[in-house]
């Protein structure tokens, strides 16, 4: 058996520390949206925490904004980078794992 080691998993793990990171993720991992779609999808979230958690996952490589046009009203989208697309597998395995450890758990 391999042992982990636990400074490159808290690493790892880094990027996802936020309130709305792993709910952005999950949703882009679907397809790409806009903004508004985002603000839409999350109401209980407010606009300006959305945004910062976006930028946080901009500058960490995970999420790629685009503006779709030079003059107003301005479209913006958000999608997966290949970075951001190559960390679903460790959030569904991690999902995977919790589900099971729940199971076991309540035995």
Known sequence: MTI???????????????????????RLSSSPARWNELVKFFPEAAPNVLTRQLKELEHDGLVRRMDHSSKPPKVVEYRLTEAGERYIPFLTAVEVWHLRWQQEAAV
């Open 4 to 26: 982990c080691d636990a400074e490159q998993i808290l690493a790892a793990a880094e990027p996802l520390t936020g309130k709305w990171k792993l709910d952005l993720l999950a």
